[in-house]
């Protein structure tokens, strides 16, 4: 495939950035195989061979052994582990039991019919009725993004194309609302991890609040979260298309199933997506439940804070798919007959995913993220830390493609510097105690902007397979939206709270700074 003009352009300004880093930083070799990736992708739109390569020349300058060896160091010191990994493998299984799901979902006509009814109403708002139906199942599905980007994706697609959206439109609303739903949801596979993280971080401090509540507090102070939520329904209502996004062609409608065309009962339609809803936290209450029936917040999150997890995801796995072949409409063997297929179009996503946690697992050796986070330093103000730890997780994520892995590294350093210079500063706990859910949010923000933008995140391969575009196109595509969103959390969230303003006021501006940008540039980019 011939590089487009913006691939080329994005591939010489990676490589310029290469040189650039080499005279300016000290020992930049950490920063090398993430950049090359970068190169690599926007030169061959080959998302899988970048990434080993990437991780090839990370094991390369690791060094330790000769040259030659490099390969098998990289699988059987990285590639290995990563595939053996509980919640890695547990994810990989997962992942292909959701793709099972969603076939059948998307052979059963079901959801699809309903969606269609509601988009037909008005042939002239189909397009933009599809995209808001589709954030609003986003919405629903909060409990985990892989779900919601496999079925949404797979269920969406066909109806994309009847409806006049391109695919690669489609994967921006799945993607956003995939991780960025997940990470303010007040309970999904995401808030147990952070709500982990807080508590491990402040169980000496002399912050006696306790985690969950401290989680909620710092949900207003997401500003790139709820900044993207907004964006993506504002999109979808109006079908705004910055560019490259305005360039993209919804694809020829394909000869529709006859399956999809016979008349389905609704229950066909929605019972299988409120078992997927309900599976996970019906799954994680079985396996790592302590009682026979919660009786408290404790008790739910200590159920998802178990370390089987792993057999908690392949538990509702199994019981989304089991639901959707009980509610298949009309004969089942045509259920399983879909199952075949999907998992071997879900083929080669896997492997771009397994060599994206190569990539991470090649970084971490390298220690990528604890380089970016030194620049983090003692110095700043204490105001402007959420500011400068949303900008570095931003970096992080962007350049290692794992936003759990940015959350479980930043999320000690900020919390640490925060207490520190609060120390140094003689400052109360009870005069900084308002700054820690925006920092706490802008650990989470920048790692979900990683998932947004760069080639290398799960979400994002994920997203592109299931709306059947590629990485390369659905990263460049989605950038503009994610760039935005991360723009007006900086600039009209982290500063003015760096210069003083209060919490919950400044929670409002990068929410009215997206609604005016969008309505300024209406005219221009929607249609």
């Known amino acids: 495939m011939k590089p487009s003009a913006t691939s080329l352009t994005f591939c010489s300004l990676t490589v ?39 991780s090839l020349s990370a094991v390369l300058l690791i060094g330790g052994s000769s040259p030659i060896l490099a390969p098998w160091r990289l699988v059987t010191e990285h590639l290995g582990p990563a595939l053996t990994s509980p919640w890695h493998w547990s994810a990989l299984v997962f992942t292909i039991l959701l793709a099972a799901f969603a076939a059948i979902i998307e052979r059963s006509g079901a959801l699809a019919s309903l969606l269609y009814k509601w988009t037909a109403k008005d042939a002239s708002l ?32 066909g109806l994309a194309d009847r409806t006049g959206v391109s695919r690669e439109k489609l994967a921006y609303l ?21 709500l982990m993280l807080i508590s491990n971080e402040l169980a000496q401090s002399p912050f006696s609040e306790p985690a969950y509540l401290l989680f909620l507090k710092s949900i207003p102070s997401n500003f790139y979260c709820l900044s993207s939520l907004l964006l993506v329904f504002l999109a979808a209502r109006w079908n705004w298309n910055p560019p490259p996004m305005a360039k993209a062609s919804p694809r020829k409608l394909a000869v529709q199933n006859k399956d999809n065309q016979q008349e389905v009962k609704p229950l066909a339609a929605l019972a299988p997506v409120l078992i997927l809803v309900l599976s996970v936290p019906f799954a994680f209450w079985i396996v790592g439940g302590q009682k026979f029936f919660p009786t408290s917040t404790h008790d739910i999150q200590s159920a998802f804070a178990t370390d089987r997890g ?68 003692d110095d700043f103000t204490l ?95 989605q950038l503009p939206y994610a760039a935005l969103a991360a723009g007006c959390a900086l600039l009209f969230g982290y500063l003015p709270l760096g210069i003083g303003l209060t919490p919950w006021l400044v929670a409002l501006l990068p929410l009215i700074a997206v609604f005016l940008i969008v309505m300024l540039t209406r005219k221009r980019f929607a249609t």
Request: hydrophobic letters at 55%; charged letters at 5%.
């Open 16 to 54: 310029g950035l290469i040189g650039l880093l080499f005279l300016v930083v000290d020992s930049p070799q950490p920063l090398l195989p993430p950049l090359i990736s970068l190169a690599l992708i926007a030169l061959t739109g080959s998302a899988g061979w970048s990434l080993f390569l990437g």
């Open 126 to 157: 189909a397009g933009k009725r599809f995209q808001t139906s589709i954030v609003s199942l986003g919405l629903i599905c909060f409990f985990d993004g892989l779900a919601n980007a496999l079925m949404l994706g797979r269920v969406g697609s």
């Open 174 to 194: 799945v993607d956003t609302t995939s991780s960025a739903v997940a990470c303010v949801a007040f309970l999904s596979t995401w808030s147990v991890f952070q």
């Open 310 to 377: 792993p057999y908690a995801l392949l538990l509702a796995g199994l019981i989304t798919l089991a639901g959707a072949i009980t509610f298949f409409p009309g004969k089942r063997k045509k259920a399983f007959t879909s199952i075949p297929r999907a998992i071997g179009n879900l083929l080669p996503a896997l492997v771009v995913l397994l060599m994206a946690w190569t990539l991470g697992s090649t970084l971490s050796a390298l220690r990528t993220g604890e380089f970016l986070a030194n620049l983090l330093g």
């Open 383 to 477: 105001s402007y830390l959420p500011g400068a730890t949303f900008i570095l997780g931003c970096l992080v994520a962007f350049c290692t493609g794992t936003s759990w892995g940015t959350m479980a590294l930043l999320m000690p350093l900020s919390l640490a510097t925060f207490l520190s210079l609060a120390s140094e500063q003689n400052l109360a706990p009870t005069e900084i105690a308002p700054l820690l859910p925006p920092l706490i949010a802008a650990v989470f923000g920048g790692a979900v902007f990683g998932d947004h933008a760069s080639p290398f995140s799960d979400t994002t391969i994920i997203s592109a397979l299931a709306c059947g575009v590629s990485t390369t196109s659905h990263v460049v595509t």
